[in-house]
């Protein structure tokens, strides 16, 4: 039978890229925080707020940054000594 210290168990990735895709992943919900808000409770009355720069153009970019970010983190292979 084989020792189980033989062959320890690794981790899929290292510890740099678990710590980059963190911060991918906040900026993705910050991406979406921003994104919300500018409903109004009276149907009736319609709100600018939903086309305000914010969430047309910010937030849509914040989130695609995110993901680069992320895909970055999954592909980034650290150097090993």
Same mark, same amino acid.
């Given at each position: ?35 919300? /808000? ?27 940054? /995110? ?15």
């Amino acid at each position: 039978m084989k020792n189980k210290n033989e062959n320890p168990q690794e981790f899929l990735f290292e510890k740099v890229n678990y710590k980059i895709l963190l911060i991918g992943i906040a900026v993705i919900a910050l991406g979406f925080i921003l994104m919300s /808000g500018g409903g109004s409770d009276d149907p009736t009355i319609f709100n600018e707020d939903i086309f305000s720069f914010r969430r047309i153009r910010l937030a849509p970019t914040t989130v695609l940054i /995110g993901f680069g970010i992320t895909i970055y983190a999954i592909l980034k292979n650290p150097k090993k000594a």
